[in-house]
């Protein structure tokens, strides 16, 4: 297995479905006329290219110096994503209103899980192979 051909793969992937969702959330602002979900998507799409970028340097990292530990790295990769969500929820909730939390939460949960799903996905299929 190409470790950095993979983590690439992962990274350009992650780019794309991010900029898919940025673009979906634009078409629903546009369509409906909802200019609420901006903040939140742009908050939400920053939010999931740092992780996705971060995840997929960390990633190469491990399965270069110790692919023994990559068990290890998943499952903290788990608790530390969603500690990172909860902090960005956080804060949003501190600077919003009550009604702009419930559009943010709704917006962000959306990115958050169908990168979940794509980062689970992505890495079983890898580890299936090896």
């Known amino acids: 297995m190409d ?5 690439r793969r992962y990274a ?3 780019l794309c479905l ?3 969702l940025f673009l979906v959330a634009l078409l629903v602002a546009r369509v409906w006329l909802l200019d609420s ?3 939140p998507a742009i908050v ?3 939010f999931s290219l740092i992780v996705g970028f971060s995840l997929a340097v960390i990633w190469r990292r491990v399965a270069k110096r110790s692919p023994e530990n990559l068990p290890t790295f998943f499952t903290a990769v788990s608790g530390f994503r969603l500690l990172l969500a909860l902090a960005t929820m956080l804060v949003y909730y501190l600077v919003s209103d009550r009604e702009e939390m419930m559009v943010f939460f709704l917006v962000f949960l959306t990115f ?4 979940l799903a794509h980062h689970s996905v992505f890495f079983a299929r890898v ?3 090896s």
Do not use: E, H, M, P
Request: hydrophobic share 45%.
């Open 3 to 7: 470790i950095d051909k993979t983590s």
């Open 112 to 115: 958050y899980f169908i990168l």
């Open 37 to 39: 979900i901006l903040v």
């Open 12 to 14: 350009q992937q992650q």
């Open 18 to 20: 991010t900029a898919a």
């Open 127 to 129: 580890s299936n192979r």
């Open 44 to 46: 939400s799409a920053v």
